[in-house]
């Protein structure tokens, strides 16, 4: 809440103080530079060439990026020197009220000036809201950067290297130099020899061949016809 109300109150004092500077340096502009360096050679004010242009840019430039909050606290410093500048050549020897060309103007907008110097602007003005974006960008690249350095590599599988697989009792993740120079203690397991295979016949005299009775009765059954037995003969 207090800072909300900070960030009312900053816009408020921005967009007068701002109101105020473009006044008086559009004043100097419609005056034309040569009036006003003239004036301020008049005034004893050194360098009134240069002085006379920093004076009608700044307060104007200076005046508009105030009300819209663009480069606070730069704009503030300069400023900041030109009232300083305004009272020490100027107002500072006529007192303080503006009626006798004293130092309150100067004054209350160099203090002003001080303040956004310091306190900066707010949060309602396009400072905060670039600011914002910026932020938001180092936000997502910072995470996006993260995800990257945690992400596999390509060609590599969970729980593998691009040297083997990782070893027993690993779960993931790449294997250190010491894990690779470790011996493998997994058991070998021994190979069991082939089967035999016994659909072959194992010659003419084994078992696995069928003899003549045999293959009548087989024929029998696929031709459907009764097989055949044949009685030995009468001894």
Same mark, same amino acid.
């Given at each position: 809440?207090?800072?909300?109300?900070?960030?009312?109150?900053?816009?408020?004092?921005?967009?007068?103080?701002?109101?105020?500077?473009?006044?008086?340096?559009?004043?100097?502009?419609?005056?034309?530079? +040569?009036?006003?360096?003239?004036?301020?050679?008049?005034?004893?004010?050194?360098?009134?060439?240069?002085?006379?242009?920093?004076?009608?840019?700044?307060?104007?430039?200076?005046?508009?990026?105030?009300?819209? $909050?663009?480069?606070?606290?730069?704009?503030?410093?300069?400023?900041?020197?030109?009232?300083?500048?305004?009272?020490?050549?100027?107002?500072?020897?006529?007192?303080?009220?503006? !009626?006798?060309? +004293?130092?309150?103007?100067?004054? !209350?907008?160099?203090?002003?000036?001080?303040?956004?110097?310091?306190?900066?602007?707010?949060? %309602? @003005?396009?400072?905060? %809201?670039?600011?914002?974006?910026?932020?938001?960008? +180092? &936000?997502?690249?910072?995470?996006?950067?993260?995800?990257?350095?945690?992400?596999?590599?390509?060609?590599?599988?969970?729980?593998?290297?691009?040297?083997?697989? !990782?070893?027993?009792?690993?779960? @993931?993740?790449?294997?250190?130099?010491? &894990?690779?120079?470790?011996?493998?203690? #997994?058991?070998?397991?021994?190979?069991?020899?082939?089967?035999?295979?016994?659909?072959?016949?194992?010659?003419?005299? $084994?078992?696995? #061949?069928?003899?003549?009775?045999?293959?009548?009765?087989?024929?029998?059954?696929?031709?459907?016809?009764?097989?055949?037995?044949?009685?030995?003969?009468?001894?």
């Amino acid at each position: 809440m207090k800072r909300v109300l900070f960030d009312i109150a900053a816009l408020i004092a921005r967009i007068a103080t701002g109101v105020i500077f473009l006044a008086h340096g559009w004043q100097k502009w419609q005056g034309g530079l +040569g009036a006003t360096t003239q004036g301020f050679r008049e005034m004893g004010i050194p360098m009134p060439e240069m002085a006379a242009g920093f004076s009608t840019v700044i307060e104007t430039v200076g005046g508009v990026f105030l009300i819209l $909050g663009l480069l606070v606290r730069p704009v503030a410093l300069l400023l900041l020197i030109d009232m300083i500048g305004a009272i020490a050549f100027v107002h500072g020897s006529h007192g303080v009220l503006s !009626a006798n060309n +004293g130092w309150e103007l100067p004054g !209350a907008l160099g203090a002003l000036s001080l303040l956004f110097l310091a306190l900066g602007g707010g949060r %309602i @003005g396009l400072d905060a %809201i670039f600011t914002s974006v910026f932020r938001r960008r +180092g &936000e997502r690249r910072a995470a996006e950067e993260e995800l990257a350095a945690h992400a596999p590599s390509r060609g590599t599988a969970a729980g593998t290297t691009a040297e083997g697989t !990782a070893p027993a009792g690993r779960t @993931g993740g790449p294997m250190t130099p010491a &894990e690779r120079d470790m011996p493998d203690d #997994r058991p070998e397991v021994p190979r069991q020899p082939a089967a035999p295979d016994t659909t072959r016949s194992t010659g003419s005299t $084994g078992s696995g #061949r069928l003899n003549d009775d045999d293959m009548r009765e087989i024929d029998a059954l696929v031709s459907d016809e009764p097989p055949q037995h044949h009685k030995p003969p009468n001894r």
